[in-house]
């Protein structure tokens, strides 16, 4: 409540000195003339104040940065160059340090615009290496040979290096530039030597330049600078400063553009726009941006967007308040409830509170422009128009997965207007229906999605360039599915924003910021219009200008994030920091309300739901307990269908055991599944009686070509690959048909399935016997602590001379419409198995040698890399549960609810003794019911905490067998083949030998207790 105080305290502090500077704005109007600095320009150099520096005539123009110097420049600009000028006059290098966002890569850009200064540009990241830096190696027709990366470039052609993100990069990399930049020498991997100009000059006066060319000297050149661009640490995240780097550079702070300053630029922008409102906004924003709010941990508010919001505000007046400002600064989704009550209370001291949700206007129609093909014109609600750039695909406004629901509409209308400005990001719960509304947006506007899942250790080259080998065994880059998307005018899906890290992600800042690009091979993207521009200057066409690098941004191109709300109870978890807040327009999409959410499952079910299955959803996401709220994440809108629909098909099914398999509940900890069926009691949501379950058929059986699981049957499909149908010895019981007749439901559903459960309680087994009555094949792949995204989905050898990628299991299985076993799936990293999730929502994966798996619904677009989806294709994936004692990772906690989940346990007391007479008929029916009994006891101490080994029906088949095989040897003594790990843990032991004494098994017995050997 202190904090609470504190920030409002300082709001009304920073906005009456804020209302103070409004009101001198009024004052002053419009002229920006008054300033204490002159600039002015001629044909030789450029003036600011008593600062000159003489412009030189570039050779390659196109290295030259254009239009970003505005015609207009602010007087804080203005002096930020000036300084520039200065320390380039005295030929020290230069690092622009500030708060996130475009602001310092525009100043740099603005000055070497002014001065008519060639650049190399990179943007570092936390896998940049030495190579990326001077010199990388290269293969061409059999011949391996060095080529100068940025820095040396820039040292030997008098440009200017400009680094992005030193934050980024591993303290170990840019110390390799230290005597670059304080004696500008450098020794490279092709011999070369890189020598200061003066020092060059000096041997050039008593020795040839075919001399110093034979030493291999090469010249720096006088012009030669550096600019940096740079965070402050400890503040933001990052590697802090190594001191020997910092001590090379001349710093200067860019601070958030005055308040004045922002003020005129946006009433002259958009001269329409309500001067009160602008101030207000503009008044908001530059008060929680003050050292007071910053003590507070508030993240900065991305001041330099604020353009966009009054572009937003200009074509739309009916868009105000709270509802424009949280699509720069969405609070909700990363403050705690006293900051966000905090923010709320500031919202309203400017005039800035909740607009009325039915004021705002829905879509109405979207239809093809006249005057140009690249544009559509989407007409609201209310009568307004917007010309919005459009896909290369025919309009449609029919897409029978898109149920229209009063918040989707309202969603869908909000991505509409921002979607002609800037590029955005939806944030929103597992399983909400993101990628739908996206899917939909595109549809409407016939826009091409190009689907990219982000995860964990991707790195800046999987987002743009791939490494590859030519036929030849020639070295080149492969453009990534981004890369595709810029050229072709596509929407470029990112998934997983919450997932990846942030040193990777912002290599792609000023591509959303400024939509400008380099790439690993030296390629230069340009804005459509900034391409035009230098197109037309000096005199070349579109392929011209290829050749020598530069490439052009389709104007249509935009980008989508769609990630998760941050974790406010995980320190690892903010995603949503400074850096992020600058890049994108950000959308909330909560979970559906109930309504809604009925809505939408009877309209794709076309069978009403039992209502008490969305009074226990609703119930779950109401509660703020966190363990009510970890178990509606697992009952999200995707899961909730998947549950009706299994309900409609089999509507003698229970809903109470539909919800416990949804949520996974024999794994869950005790108090949430206490949590659980306390919720399920309150709604009056039973178990099927006993009676109904005992009744259904536990037998299966093939007569001809059908097949009979339980009381479910299919028709068997043909294959002449019986090679890898699976032939596996097992012994049917009646908890494993019930189990397999539940996987065939979901499969002839078309889900794909996922089987959790403690190591050996049969899922191999199950699965295996399961495709062999299905007479399906298979391919097989087993995951582990170093599988990658690349081997999940290729394998790559090296066949005379060159990598060539062969098919992975999941591939083959892709294309021949096999079923996949992905075995051990807990034990790969969770970012690696997320990549299914494209796989399983959209049918469409890009693969690391180019080529992209797309759905059978493909139009072909991508015909010649494409490897289409068979319709058979199906997945099964097992896991062990979540926690101690396997160590793994939580596969279905990270994305579970993409497929159809079954706990698989350990045989109920007659299923097991069931089968393990067929494994050991001769071992006496009381051994078997002993070994039974006993271990079912251990595993119920498992299950209460109480020993840490949960005990499964492997072990007894190993036991059973073994009595079968050397009936001699006892029970006692087989049965130690077993609990011998235990040997050296006492207490262990003790718990173990007091179990099996209790049924009968002596274990541990000794000379002076020979009585419980007797039967």
Not at 187 to 208: N, V
Not at 566 to 576: F, H, I, K, V
Not at 940 to 956: C, F, H, M, N
Not at 976 to 986: H, R
């Amino acid at each position: 409540m202190k904090s609470a105080i504190r920030i409002i305290m300082a709001d009304r502090r920073a906005a009456h000195r804020l209302k103070i500077l409004s009101r001198q704005a009024n004052f002053c109007g419009s002229s920006s003339a008054i300033s204490i600095i002159h600039r002015c320009k001629s044909n030789d150099s450029v003036t600011i104040g008593d600062v000159s520096v003489p412009i030189k005539s570039a050779k390659h123009v196109h290295k030259v940065p254009k239009t970003y110097l505005p015609g207009d420049v602010s007087h804080s600009i203005l002096t930020h160059l000036k300084w520039m000028m200065q320390k380039d006059l005295l030929g020290q290098d230069i690092f622009l340090i500030g708060c996130p966002g475009p602001m310092r890569r525009r100043l740099a850009l603005m000055y070497l615009e002014m001065t008519n200064r060639e650049h190399e540009y990179i943007a570092l990241s936390r896998d940049t290496t030495e190579a990326d830096l001077k010199q990388r190696r290269e293969i061409k027709d059999g011949t391996a040979f060095y080529v100068d990366q940025c820095a040396v470039r820039a040292a030997t052609q008098g440009r200017v290096l400009v680094l992005e993100g030193i934050e980024k990069a591993e303290r170990n990399v840019l110390p390799v530039l230290n005597n670059l930049l304080e004696n500008r020498e450098m020794q490279l991997e092709d011999g070369r030597f890189l020598m200061k100009a003066s020092t060059y000059d000096k041997l050039l006066a008593t020795h040839s330049v075919e001399e110093l060319q034979k030493w291999k000297i090469v010249r720096v050149s006088e012009d030669f600078r550096v600019i940096a661009l740079g965070l402050p640490i400890p503040r933001y995240t990052g590697n802090p400063l190594d001191p020997p780097l910092r001590s090379r550079f001349q710093a200067r702070d860019i601070g958030n553009t005055p308040f004045k300053e922002q003020f005129e630029v946006l009433r002259g922008t958009h001269p329409s726009l309500d001067s009160a409102l602008v101030s207000e906004l503009l008044s908001f924003a530059h008060t929680i941006t003050q050292e007071e709010a910053k003590t507070l941990g508030i993240a900065d508010f991305p001041l330099s967007n604020m353009s966009l919001l009054a572009a937003i505000m200009a074509e739309f007046p009916t868009v105000r308040g709270e509802s424009v400002v949280g699509r720069l600064y969405p609070y909700n989704l990363f403050l705690s409830d006293e900051g966000k009550k905090s923010l709320t209370s500031t919202l309203e001291k400017f005039d800035l509170g909740k607009a009325a949700l039915s004021d705002a206007p829905l879509l109405q129609s979207v239809k093809e422009s006249a005057e140009s093909s690249s544009d559509a014109i989407v007409t609201f609600t209310d009568g307004q128009t917007l010309t919005v750039s459009r896909g290369s695909k025919d309009l449609q406004s029919h897409d029978p997965h898109y149920i229209p629901t009063n918040h989707a509409e309202r969603l869908l209308a909000d991505m509409m207007t921002s979607h002609k400005f800037h590029d955005m990001c939806i944030v929103g719960p597992r399983g909400c229906g993101k990628s739908t509304v996206v899917r939909k947006l595109s549809s409407l506007l016939g826009y091409h999605v190009e689907p990219i899942l982000l995860y964990q250790d991707m790195t800046s080259r999987d987002l743009l360039q791939q490494r590859t080998t030519l036929e030849n065994g020639d070295t080149a880059w492969r453009p990534s599915p981004l890369i595709e998307a810029m050229e072709g005018g596509h929407i470029a899906v990112l998934d997983g924003l919450h997932r990846i890290n942030g040193g990777t992600f912002s290599v792609l800042a000023s591509l959303i910021q400024d939509r400008e690009l380099n790439t690993a091979d030296g390629s230069r993207y340009l804005r459509h219009d900034r391409f035009d521009e230098l197109s037309e200057t000096i005199n070349k066409t579109t392929e011209a200008m290829n050749k020598i690098g530069v490439r052009r941004i389709h104007p249509a191109f935009r980008i989508v994030g769609l990630a998760e709300p941050p974790d406010l109870n995980s320190t690892t978890g903010q995603w949503l920091n400074a850096e992020m807040l600058s890049m994108f327009l950000f959308h909330h999409m909560t979970a559906l309300p109930i309504k809604d959410e009925v809505k939408v499952i009877d309209s794709l079910t076309d069978h009403h739901v039992d209502d008490k299955l969305f009074e226990l959803s609703e119930n779950l996401r109401r509660n703020k307990d966190l363990t009510c709220q970890a178990l509606a994440n697992t009952l999200s809108t995707r899961n909730l269908l998947r549950i009706a629909k299994r309900l409609s098909q089999y509507p003698n099914e229970s809903l109470y055991t539909a919800v416990h398999n949804a949520c996974m509940s024999r794994f869950l900890p005790a108090l949430a599944k206490r949590t659980l069926e306390q919720t399920l009691e309150e709604l009056e949501i039973a178990p099927s009686p006993v009676s109904s379950e005992l009744e259904t058929s536990t037998s299966c059986s093939v007569t001809g070509n059908r097949l009979r699981i339980g009381n479910t049957e299919c028709e068997i499909q043909q294959t002449d690959n019986l090679m890898k149908v699976p032939d596996t010895l097992f012994y049917d019981n009646a908890m494993h048909i019930s189990v397999m007749e539940s996987m065939l439901k979901d499969y002839l559903s078309g889900e794909h399935l996922l089987l959790v459960g403690n190591q050996g309680v049969g899922k191999n087994k199950v699965v295996d016997r399961f495709l062999q009555l299905l007479g399906r094949p298979r391919e097989y792949i087993q995951l582990h602590r170093d599988t990658t995204v690349q081997t999940l989905t290729l394998q790559p050898t090296v066949r005379d001379g060159r990598i060539v990628y062969d098919d992975s299991p999941l591939v083959k299985a892709v294309r021949e419409g096999l079923v996949l076993v992905i075995d051990e799936a807990d034990k790969a990293p969770t970012n690696v198995t997320c990549v299914l999730k494209t796989l399983v929502e959209s049918g469409q994966m890009h693969l690391s040698d180019g080529r992209k798996i797309v759905s059978g619904e493909d139009d072909g677009s991508h015909s010649t890399q494409s490897i289409k989806m068979h319709p058979d294709f199906r997945m099964i994936v097992l896991a062990n549960r979540p926690g101690f004692p396997f160590l793994g990772n939580d596969f279905f906690q990270a994305v579970g609810d993409i497929y159809s989940c079954l706990a698989l346990d350990n045989p109920d007391i007659e299923s097991e003794v069931s089968m393990l007479r067929q494994y050991g008929q001769g071992v006496p029916e009381a051994t078997l019911r002993k070994l039974v009994l006993a271990f079912g006891e251990l595993r119920s101490l498992a299950d209460q905490g109480i020993i840490a080994y949960p005990y499964s029906t492997r072990e007894v088949v190993s036991v059973v067998k073994h009595l079968q095989l050397f009936p001699e040897d006892g029970l006692a003594t087989v049965v130690s083949n077993v609990f011998d790990f235990d040997q050296y843990n006492s207490e262990m032991k003790e718990m173990i030998v007091e179990t099996m004494r209790k049924h009968g098994i002596p274990l541990g017995a000794v000379s002076t207790n020979v009585s419980l050997a007797k039967e």
